[in-house]
């Protein structure tokens, strides 16, 4: 496994743009080895064009894994590494069979939608929300994550109130693959906060 944190970034987390892509280049420098771009409140141009900005930052880190989210067409345009889809995106299988090279994340609400989800051909699976955030009271817990990560054989990443509080927890519900965006971009010094999460989950 070349990864296992998976770091989801909004530009709305910041005052401007440019907060946002420099944000991003502190993380790469830190070690974190695989994002996602997720803008839904603009246009396909538009997000192309981020897209196009966070690629010139990654010149710098040819090994970080760049993943778009839902629009398989935007990740053919990115010449991204992969996609990550949901229940409303086009099909696993329809991505699979038009786009075969790129790498598919799903993101599974269920024990049921997880296996599915690799019965139908994804590469990795977010299983969300392991704990409170400030958007969602429900929580499904340790417990529920580890029954996801013995039902699966691929990557299960723990999404949802992520930080170095539960990294213990996490691990021992049997995976070592989190899921974050509040929880290093929320920061006030994301570049450390990146490196914590990194040492927590390399430790015993």
């Not at 409140?41 to 040819?62: M, Q, R, S, T, W």
């Amino acid at each position: 496994m070349e990864f296992n944190i998976y770091l989801i970034g909004d530009k709305n987390f910041f005052e401007d743009e440019n907060s946002y892509l420099e944000a991003l280049d502190k993380c790469f420098s830190a070690g974190i080895k695989a994002f996602q771009l997720r803008q839904k409140d603009i246009g396909v141009n538009e997000f192309i064009k981020l897209g196009e900005k966070v690629k010139a930052i990654l010149k710098k880190y040819p090994d970080v894994k760049f993943f778009v989210n839902d629009r398989a067409d935007a990740a053919l345009a990115l010449e991204a590494y992969g996609v990550h889809l949901n229940i409303n995106s086009i099909p696993i299988k329809a991505v699979k069979k038009k786009f075969k090279n790129l790498k598919i994340f799903y993101s599974s609400h269920s024990i049921e939608e997880a296996v599915n989800a690799e019965k139908d051909g994804a590469d990795f699976i977010t299983f969300s929300p392991v704990y409170k955030t400030k958007n969602q009271e429900f929580q499904y817990g340790a417990d529920i994550l580890e029954r996801v990560a013995r039902s699966v054989k691929i990557p299960v990443f723990a999404l949802g109130g992520i930080n170095e509080k539960n990294i213990s927890e996490i691990k021992k519900a049997g995976t070592r693959h989190i899921a974050v965006q509040s929880g290093i971009l929320k920061k006030e010094d994301i570049g450390k906060a990146a490196k914590t999460l990194i040492y927590l989950l390399g430790t015993n």
